[in-house]
Nanobody, 124 residues
Framework: QVQLVESGGGLVQAGGSLRLSCASS????????MGWFRQAPGKEREFVSA????????FYEDSVKGRFTISRDSAKNTVSLQMNSLKPEDTAVYYC?????????????????WGQGTQVTVSS
C-alpha cells in the first residue's frame, strides 16, 4: 500500500507560480511512476504530467508544456510539480498518483494509488 499526500496548493494571481509536492509513505522512486492529474469543477479528471520510474522520461499535457516541470527527489520520496505562468484555466484540484507501470501514464486507469488532492486557484 502506498499513501500519497499532496501539499503546496493555494490561491495565486495569473502569471504567478506554485510548487506542488507529493509525499509518499514508502519508497517509490525505484518502482513507481508518478503522475499529476487535475479536476476542475464540472469537468473530468485530466492528465497534467508524469515521470516514468524506469526511464525517467517526463510527459506533459500540451497546455502546460513549457510552464510546468515535474521532478522527483528519491531521497525524500517526493515528487514535485513546479507551475509557472499560471492561468485561470489551471484552476482545479490537483491529484498525485503512483503507478507500477512505466507506460500508459497519460491514462488515469494506469495508476494504482491516489492522493486526496490539493486545491489550486488562479485569479485573473
Amino acid at each position: 500500500q502506498v499513501q500519497l499526500v499532496e501539499s503546496g496548493g493555494g490561491l495565486v494571481q495569473a502569471g504567478g507560480s506554485l510548487r506542488l509536492s507529493c509525499a509518499s509513505s514508502r519508497r517509490t522512486s525505484s518502482s513507481y511512476s508518478m503522475g499529476w492529474f487535475r479536476q476542475a469543477p464540472g469537468k473530468e479528471r485530466e492528465f497534467v504530467s508524469a515521470i516514468s520510474w524506469n526511464s525517467g522520461s517526463t510527459f506533459y499535457e500540451d497546455s502546460v508544456k513549457g510552464r510546468f516541470t515535474i521532478s522527483r527527489d528519491s531521497a525524500k520520496n517526493t515528487v514535485s510539480l513546479q507551475m509557472n505562468s499560471l492561468k485561470p484555466e489551471d484552476t482545479a484540484v490537483y491529484y498525485c498518483a503512483a503507478a507500477r507501470l512505466g507506460y500508459g501514464l497519460r491514462s488515469s486507469s494506469t495508476y494504482d494509488y491516489w492522493g486526496q488532492g490539493t486545491q489550486v486557484t488562479v485569479s485573473s
